[in-house]
């Protein structure tokens, strides 16, 4: 059993609308209510600390349930919390405590203020239950769904919580949903080919090109809207403030916004499902630090247009739901400087050479295809399958052993890589444990 998670958009009537807009403004409020208290115990603890001269700042901290008291004693006299469900303030307590403990941990920074229109979202724990066509929340009543007839979601179902969130101008629901999923069964190192390995090289001008000579395309979506963005970003600043016309230039740019997200998150899914389709046993690809790339002017919107982090991600739990090895190259084995059929290296290759020829064996060679090769070649070190005497090498006939500074890296540099690959599918095939919980929008 697996828990998988669903977001899907919902059809509010103008009732609904404003429940929803209120529950989620409820929910704001007792966060940033306990938030504000919570800063102004600390400051007095502060204070009270240096007054004594305590090397130590007294903690009157809490939890989110002895918070809870304070918020109840709250609610009586603000009768208008009354008007939402009773988990709005409880759940954004806990939100707040989870903040906080991230917090301690240095997982985040320090919590922060919630603002209306930003991210406004409520989450109910009880009583919250999906059917066919609709989803059922206590308080709100039955919300129709947008897109009918999902058939994972037949009969009534009662989820444990739902979180209910705005995005642009539509509400959507989300929710976890358990389902029975066959573990999959990981390819043994031994049995692994040539053919089972599928290097992938992420591009900006094309997304993805594989070592089978596959292209994705990079639909761009950033740069194509860029225009719009521009237009209806003057629009919002030079309408008043506080006005109508703000509000729906705002409405007019966030709708752009979240064209541009969907047009990448779509892509992204059709890539990684498209790859894992093919079936390969190992797919190894780049490990990119777009944060870096992006310090490039000229690159940066166009690293960020391709969403290589999302990328990774994505395959990396869809790897895990099929059983496919998933190599992540060392971010310095310069996948498209070595040629791909006599491995040896071309330091002076430049990003706008597309295609050149090796000044050792002659091969002309295309950039991408040639880093997606190289990548395959990785692949096919990790499981001992590069030797040339071997059954099943690279398809050159070329010796690797003189001259080849590709597997002189690899020997050099990635050794301890290779035997924690080895060691770590060992006890894959032992547990044949797929990884917890994925999301999947
Ligand atoms: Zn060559």
Not at 3 to 28: D, F, H, P
Not at 42 to 68: C, Q, R, V
Not at 124 to 143: C, D, E, P, T
């Amino acid at each position: 059993m697996k828990m998988r998670s669903y977001r899907l958009e919902l059809k509010l009537n103008q009732g609904q609308r404003v429940l929803c807009s209120k529950s989620a403004g409820t929910s704001r409020f007792a966060y940033n209510w306990k938030l504000d208290k919570l800063i102004g115990e600390y400051e007095a603890n502060k204070a009270l600390a240096t007054m004594y001269g305590l090397n130590k700042i007294p903690s009157t901290f809490g939890s989110a349930i002895d918070w809870h008291k304070d918020w109840v004693l709250l609610k009586q006299e603000l009768p208008w919390i009354r008007e939402t469900s009773k988990c709005c303030g409880q759940e954004a307590l806990r939100d707040l405590q989870l903040a906080f403990q991230r917090f301690f941990s240095k997982k985040s920074g320090y919590p922060k203020f919630k603002k209306r229109g930003q991210r406004d979202s409520f989450r109910i724990s009880s009583n919250v239950y999906v059917l066919n066509n609709y989803v059922q929340i206590a308080g709100i009543g039955k919300i129709r769904l947008k897109e009918k007839n999902y058939p994972i979601l037949e009969g009534k179902c009662l989820l444990s919580q739902a979180t209910v969130s705005r995005q642009c101008d539509g509400w959507y629901v989300s929710f976890l949903l358990p389902e029975t999923v066959e573990d999959p069964v990981m390819a043994s190192i031994e049995s692994i080919e040539e053919c089972d390995i599928l290097g992938v090289d992420l591009g900006i001008k094309e997304l993805a090109i594989t070592s089978e000579g596959e292209t994705f395309e990079n639909p761009k979506a950033y740069k194509k809207h860029l225009a719009k963005l521009k237009r209806y970003q003057r629009m919002v600043s030079r309408r008043a403030k506080g006005s109508k016309n703000k509000q729906k230039a705002i409405t007019k740019l966030s709708r752009v916004h979240k064209r541009v997200a969907d047009i990448r998150n779509d892509t992204v899914h059709k890539l990684t499902t498209s790859l894992v389709r093919t079936k390969p046993k190992v797919i190894v690809i780049e490990t990119l630090k777009p944060k870096n790339m992006s310090k490039n002017h000229k690159l940066a919107s166009a690293v960020l247009d391709s969403s290589f982090g999302k990328i990774k991600d994505t395959l990396k739990y869809k790897c895990a739901w099929n059983g496919i090895h998933l190599i992540m190259a060392p971010t310095f084995y310069a996948s498209s400087k070595y040629c791909s059929i006599c491995g040896h290296k071309h330091n002076d290759l430049k990003l706008s050479d597309r295609e050149w020829t090796c000044s050792s064996c002659g091969t002309h060679l295309d950039r991408d295809v040639n880093a997606a090769k190289n990548l395959q070649y990785l692949g096919l070190w990790m499981v001992d399958k590069h030797s040339p005497s071997g059954e099943s090498s690279v398809s050159s006939t070329q010796s690797y052993a003189c001259g080849d500074e590709r597997l002189q890296f690899l020997l050099e540099q990635c050794s301890s890589m290779k035997q924690e690959f080895k060691s770590q599918n060992q006890t894959l095939h032992l547990e044949c444990e797929p990884q917890g919980e994925h999301s999947f929008a």
